[in-house]
């Protein structure tokens, strides 16, 4: 049983630390270090969710023109490549090359990636303005202005420019917190806890202004506009600051050999001193390799034992997180933002046409409903809402998961240290389960939202918005604001989830594996979106959003994290994972040896 884990793994020390010297006890270098990571991370985001955050409209428009199914699952396939190749970069950086260097690596793959997606936007500008109807309209098959040549190619760029920037992405994401970390870790669990805080605060001031700035932009002047600005001012800047901490760093050097081969050593060892001796009766395998010195056979060492059990129990975690990561995915893709565009903007200059639909009481009816089939471009042209007569769009509506991010993630430690002065101690397992039931809540509002805008279409009918160059038949007095209540959750339980995550994957990790349970987190998101992605491309519920039951899905979504978040509760309270304790960062003498400081 775990119920006993309550003491840190190792006490906190006060004062000076043993194993740092005079000059970096005063410590302005490694803050230095911290701060030029932090900031790089901060415009690497920027340059990564100016193209996540707007593709699900670049692709949807003239001359593309994919449909919304096409385009979520491309959503989905960009999220999830980048989140599984993670665990590639993080083997790679531990095993045979430094981490910096590999961070640089990343950096040039995005250089490349930007440039394609670049130059195959402005070359889809220049096509689309060569025809005077590039509108699309929903409802309507979208047919491209290109010959079906021309089409295939541009896809199939896109795609593979898509494919560069996710491999990028994963390379600098896995890589970034542990080298971060690294620079303030000799200085204790504290430091490293408010590293990987500022570092998640970051990356959300980062979206925050990819969505409220980028995305305007894009949508005013064009993707090819957007994304050269990204390229060059947000990755340059990026890559510029990493650059100019590089003499400010602590450089860890690779293992040069395989370290996962540690991990399958310690386990082979484990089964054959339990198969050799079989008067030993243990519940867990692992425990075999700690009779190394008392029996035959055993062949490892006690470091070697333990680090195995910590990516062990880091690997049960992450497998334990994937549910929370296939719900997500769902508000970090498009479905939120789908259900965004058929909600009134508000503020409209001028007053919309609304088209009552007949004989409709109950919005079960809408499943019936011919209205997804039967409207025609002069009913669009009739009267419309435009994205440019409104402040609000669905892109930016997404900002308020980033603004109540960055508003409350800074007090986050502070409430904890107040509830645990009040007897009340906030272990990892309890912050990862708030987490879950929150984002179960989140799921649950934008259920209840999408049946009342559901009932409202019923009701009164639908109305024309035209956003991003394309129409959307949308919920007349259904204000796109009530959203806010959805991302504000959202936002709490990343605070809660993966914040946390995040902290417990670094803390957990030996220091020479810290790349492979980096990957390891960053993967398990990677699966759950693929899942996600299964889940939508099944039960379709991107298309006839109008006429569909994307409540019902919300609701199924909700309960299925309910359930999920029980097993997970009870399984941090009967296995040994590590989440009932007070994790203390310990810094074994010999981590001090394998440092080489460039400074």
Known sequence: MADNETTPLMAQTSGRHPYVDEDEQKGPKR?????????????????????SGTLFAYLTKQPLCLSDSHASAVQ??????????????????????????????????????????????????????????????????CESNVSDGDWRLSVSLIVFALFIISMAAAIVKTNLPPFGAQQVRMYGVTHSRRFMTWYFWGINLGALIAYSG????????SFAFGYLIAFSVSLSLSFLLFLLGMKLYIKRLPESRFVVKDIFKVICNAQKVKRDNP??????????????????????????IRDTKNICQIFKV?????????????????????????????????????FPITNCT????????TLCDSVT?????????????????????????????????????????????????????????????????????????ETVRLQNICELGVQVQFIDFTYYLAAPSLNILWQTIQYCLAGASEILFTATGLEYAYIKSPVHMQGLSMGLFWFSIGIGNFIGLALTSIFQVTNRINCGFLDVYFYALAFFLGICTFIFYKCSTYFHLGLHRMIILPLPPEERQVFSTNS
């Open 31 to 51: 803050i230095a270090a911290a701060f030029f990571v932090i900031a790089a991370e901060t415009f690497e985001r920027l340059a990564w969710y100016s193209v």
């Open 362 to 369: 109950s919005r079960w009816q809408l499943l019936n409903s």
């Open 76 to 141: 989905f396939m960009f999220n999830a490549v980048t989140y599984t190749c993670c665990l590639l970069g993080g083997v790679i950086s531990d095993s045979y090359i430094s981490r910096h260097v590999t961070i640089i690596i990343g950096y040039i793959l995005y250089y490349l990636g930007y440039i394609l997606l670049g130059i195959m936007s402005k070359y889809d500008d220049m096509k689309d303005s060569r025809n005077s109807s590039s509108n699309t309209y929903e409802g309507i098959k």
């Open 377 to 449: 471009n002069a009913t669009y042209l009739e009267g419309y809402t435009s994205s440019k007569d409104s402040p609000i769009t669905a892109a930016v509506l997404a900002i308020f998961d980033n603004i109540f991010i960055l508003v409350f993630l800074p007090f986050a430690h502070t409430f904890y240290k107040c509830l645990t002065a009040r007897n009340f101690v906030i272990y990892t397992y309890r912050r990862l389960v708030t987490g879950m039931i929150i984002a179960s809540l989140s799921i649950l509002a934008a259920g209840a939202i």
């Open 279 to 304: 008067d030993i009766k243990e519940e867990w395998l692992l425990e075999y390799s700690n009779m190394a010195k008392g029996y035959p056979g055993a062949e490892c060492t006690f470091q070697e």
């Open 214 to 221: 980028f995305s305007m932009l894009e949508e005013r002047r």
């Open 318 to 354: 992450v497998l334990l997180m994937i549910p929370y990561w296939i719900c997500y995915s769902h508000i970090i893709g498009n479905i939120y933002q789908l259900q965004g565009l058929h909600m009134s903007l508000g503020f409209p200059l001028r007053q919309p046409t609304i």
